[in-house]
């Protein structure tokens, strides 16, 4: 069987970090056809026994980092040009940063299905998954996660897509999640081999549709759920329940940068860099992942008045955008119907260009 030696030299050079990534996958893979092979049509439990030996050993020669540090790694140089995006607007706990490690590092599990159809895809399969508050991997337990299986798919159809040759960013204003975050931001960012060419996570920052300050409107009630109703519109009904029920019918607020969609597309997708070479101008993919209670409506007529995807359509490039409606949960009928004006007609010019859309459904993480 082949073996994965981690490079000494693997430092601060982006290519260096990349090969190592590859070199890492490709010798996972080598040993996962090997299992696979030599396992036939006898995909028992002691065969599923060897495969999560298999890939806790090979996630075990990640080298990782169990201090992060709290001060972001890349606060001074967020943007870095890449070939491929994920972009998450609404990362809450990091759990779809976490989702795109997952498949960055999970070899064996597609490969094992596409040999063995009638393999239950359930918590009980073997995976690496990245727990984002223990900021460790565990090895079975996960439950299978729409936007896992969407990113797994979208990556797999474009060859391109290798996660070594993606940017990752996130997006959160609530600011009782920033410590964490920036410790998810650098724990990946420590990784030795690294999963992904470059990630930051933008802490009390938000989505919006102009750059500039602006206000997120607290959840203050939805513990369980990391007090997912936060967003930048007052009237969001968990939002408002929280002045309610604990500030005398007050909305809880905080002050946060808003970002429009159109500034990360432009400041990291290669293809838009006026230097970037013919080649590099095309065969990228964009993936928007964007769970933002509402805001959902002015993001997407800005990005579609600004351009940005079509620009990057018509030079050659994938783009998908994965999206959960929030409609009812904005309470104010004003508020509403100002949000959602014109928000159909920016759709069908996105879709004409040939952007993708994916839904999301409520409770999807």
């Known amino acids: 069987m082949s073996e994965y030696v981690p490079s000494d030299l693997f430092t601060s050079s982006t290519v260096e970090r990349s090969k190592a ?17 030599a396992s036939g049509k006898n995909a028992n439990s002691a065969a599923v026994d060897k495969l999560e030996d298999l890939e806790r050993a090979f996630v075990g020669k990640i080298k990782t980092n169990s201090a992060p540090s709290t001060i972001s790694a890349s606060k001074d140089e967020p943007y870095r040009r890449c070939r491929n995006a994920f972009i998450d607007l609404g990362t809450n706990i990091g759990d779809s940063i976490g989702y795109f490690i997952d498949n960055s590092v999970d070899v064996c599990s597609a490969m094992w299905v596409d040999a063995n159809p009638d393999t239950k895809f359930n918590k009980q399969f073997p995976r690496p998954h990245l727990d984002v508050a223990a900021l460790e991997f565990q090895h079975r337990g996960s439950n299978p996660n729409p936007l896992y299986g969407l990113l797994q798919r979208t990556m797999r159809e474009s060859p391109s897509a290798v996660s070594e040759a993606f940017c990752v960013y996130g997006m959160e204003g609530n600011p009782v999640f920033t410590e964490r ?12 081999p690294r999963p992904v060419q470059h990630l930051h996570i933008f802490t009390e920052s938000v989505v919006t549709s102009t750059n500039g300050p602006t206000k997120l409107f607290l959840d203050k009630l939805s513990v369980k759920q990391n007090f997912w109703g936060s967003s930048i519109l007052s009237s969001q009904q968990d939002a408002v329940k929280s002045g309610k029920e604990l500030n005398e019918g007050e909305v809880f607020s905080a002050d946060v940068q808003g ?107």
């Open 259 to 365: 970002i429009t969609l159109s500034t990360i597309v432009d400041s990291t997708m290669l293809a838009l860099d006026q230097e970037a070479s013919k080649e590099d101008k095309s065969g990228g993919v964009l993936i928007v992942k964007m769970d933002v209670e509402g805001a959902e409506y002015q993001v997407l007529k800005e990005v579609a008045a600004s351009g940005v995807l079509c620009k990057l359509k018509e030079l050659g490039n994938r783009v998908v955008m994965v999206v959960e409606y929030h409609n009812m949960s904005i309470t104010n009928a004003d508020e509403r119907n100002r949000e959602k004006a014109g928000h159909r007609e920016a759709t069908n010019k996105l879709k004409a260009c040939g952007v993708e859309f994916q839904n999301l459904g409520a409770n999807w993480a």
């Open 181 to 192: 975050l920036t410790k998810l931001e650098n724990f990946v960012t420590d990784m030795n």
């Open 21 to 37: 990534m590859t070199s890492w996958r490709e010798s996972a893979q080598q040993e996962c056809k090997e299992l696979i092979k």
